[in-house]
């Protein structure tokens, strides 16, 4: 797992989009933005952070979750001391984890959409998340044996922190038969899955579950699948030099030829293009 970890933003010295590879890539003025999900603590001070769309005053307790490629930036800053943690969401919580059929984990991080969510964190999760912030920073600067792994876990304890969090501040979403839904989606994607077999994990009838994915994705639970399949094959496709037939059978394909047109019509070009320059391309 790679994370980034930076501390003391401000806006003359904000940091450039970070890939999780650990490639810089130049943005304009002091906007941010990452190949990755991001997680931004505030420490210290004040700071209008704007995130896609939305503006809004954060201070020291708030918590952002941010999703890939959304930009956000913080300016008219006051004695800002923030933390940025950038990471791959698929490395940092197994599809087997039972976090995954949670509430609170659904929407931070498969409900969010383009907007990304702040939270406001209750005090003793706040000292909580500070004490994990300066460990795993501590683990990254100093990287003796096994940094990689408690890293792995402070990651994690925050992710528990705030999806819990979003849980409690929150209204219940159907007893959280989407979260089981999805958490089971993600388990199995590359598998058949027919809308009964999904509503049955669910716990709810099909036409629930497949009224569910629309109002929460604005697709129906097929197209999530697909959805699913095509961010492997994009992920497959830019860090492996795997054949476009073994990525197509480990997404759930059994016909390259097959996956070849589904990926063209998600995606807007062919495996090969994406390959080649379509890392921006987001699906």
Not at 67 to 92: G, H, I, W
Not at 156 to 177: D, F, K, N, Y
């Amino acid at each position: 797992m790679t994370v980034h970890f930076f501390s003391g933003f401000d806006e003359d010295a904000g940091a450039s989009c970070v890939g999780p590879d650990g490639s810089w890539e130049d943005t304009a003025g002091v906007q941010k933005r990452a190949d990755c999900f991001a997680l931004l603590f505030m420490i210290a001070g004040s700071a209008l952070m704007t995130m896609g769309s939305r503006e809004a005053l954060v201070r020291r307790g708030d918590a952002a979750v941010i999703p890939p490629r959304v930009p956000f930036e913080l300016s008219r800053t006051q004695q800002l001391n923030a933390c940025l943690v950038l990471f791959q969401l698929e490395e940092a919580i197994s599809a087997q984890a039972d976090l995954r059929k949670t509430d609170g984990f659904v929407r931070l991080f498969r409900s969010s959409g383009k907007e990304g969510t702040l939270i406001r964190l209750a005090e003793p999760d706040r000292i909580s998340a500070e004490y994990t912030l300066s460990r795993l920073r501590r683990e990254y600067d100093q990287r003796r044996d096994g940094y990689q792994t408690l890293i792995s876990a402070c990651l994690a304890e925050l992710i528990v922190t705030l999806s819990r969090r979003c849980a409690e501040t929150q209204p219940q979403e159907s007893g959280g038969s989407l979260a089981r839904a999805i958490a089971w989606a993600e388990a199995h994607y590359t598998e058949e899955i027919s809308l009964e077999k999904l509503a049955e994990e669910a716990g709810v009838s099909p036409r629930h579950v497949d009224r569910m994915f629309s109002e929460a994705f604005g697709i129906t639970p097929k197209a999530y699948i697909v959805k699913l399949r095509m961010h492997k094959a994009c992920a497959l496709l830019r860090r492996t030099e795997k054949s476009i037939t073994d990525i197509a059978f480990e997404c759930g394909y059994s016909d390259s030829n097959y996956f070849a047109r589904v990926f063209r019509k998600s995606c807007g070009m062919s495996p090969q293009s994406y390959r080649k320059n379509g890392a921006d391309i987001m699906l």
